[in-house]
């Protein structure tokens, strides 16, 4: 069960943010109306929020996710792979100390995004993406089989993050999207698998009761429904546009 999740309100510059993405200019308001809209998910789903305002200075802030990697025992300060958004992780640390006492850090030359990271249960697996470096995998596998869990590097073949093609929804179920589905890593999981025009949807979220998706992939919340979870969905157009999907914009723990 997660107790607490950190969100950030997107700044009006979200607009002059990173994307790799051609689905065209975000707008403001309908963004803010689907950051509202995740927050009441979030409370739905029963977990205390700590909002932080926006900052203009960094225009992709909004994707916390990518500052760090929890767990229940320690927190890991990621060192996030794009020039414009690392120094995001100060903040966060900043607001992390309310809440642990034991941080590991990825140093320089390692980088790493938190979107490349999944927790399967005592099992942690790390992509190397254009984001996160050999380096920073390396340092990652070594800080969490040092505590106690499994590490797994996985290279990436096309996918942003690691994320944006995979989810972990307990029970030994994952949600599976283009090079992941008949993955070696990830054979011994029960698979819910993603449609290539749903693609999108692999990046969902179990948060305690719920499974959190964007809206508009029948086949994938079908699925996740005959699998026995009750879902949410929500409008996600507005991330969608800079590269950004359900598990960016929170950390859960
Ligand atoms: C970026 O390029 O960094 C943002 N526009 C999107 C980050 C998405 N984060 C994630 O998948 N964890």
Do not use: W
């Amino acid at each position: 069960m997660y107790k607490n999740v950190i969100v950030k309100t997107p700044g009006e510059s979200y607009m002059n943010g990173l994307t790799t993405s051609d689905l065209g200019s975000p707008d403001y308001e309908k963004l803010l109306e689907q950051h509202n809209a995740y927050l009441e998910a979030l409370k739905k789903c029963g977990v205390s929020i700590t909002l932080l305002p926006a900052s203009e200075e960094f225009p992709d802030s909004t994707f916390v996710e990518d500052t760090a990697v929890l767990t229940p025992e320690f927190a890991v300060i990621s060192n996030p792979g794009a020039a414009s958004r690392n120094k995001e992780k100060k903040e966060i640390k900043s607001v992390l100390n309310r809440f642990y006492d034991k941080f590991h850090y990825i140093k320089s030359p390692g980088t790493l995004d938190g979107g490349d990271v999944l927790q399967v249960d005592d099992h942690f697996y790390i992509g190397i993406s254009d984001r996160t470096n050999e380096e920073g995998a390396r340092q990652l596998k070594g800080i969490v089989e040092s505590e106690g869990y499994k590490g797994t590097i996985v290279p990436l073949q096309k996918f942003f993050h690691l994320k944006t093609g995979i989810s972990y929804l307990g029970n030994n179920v994952i949600v599976t999207a283009g090079e992941f589905i008949d993955h070696s890593d990830f054979q011994q999981y029960k698979k819910i698998t993603v449609a290539p025009e749903e693609e999108y949807s692999a990046n969902c979220i179990r948060v305690n009761n719920y499974v959190i998706i964007p809206k508009g992939y029948k086949d994938t919340i079908h699925q996740i429904n005959e699998a026995g979870y009750e879902t949410i969905e929500l409008e996600m157009s507005e991330f969608q546009k800079h590269d950004g999907g359900l598990s960016c914009l929170s950390l859960r723990f």
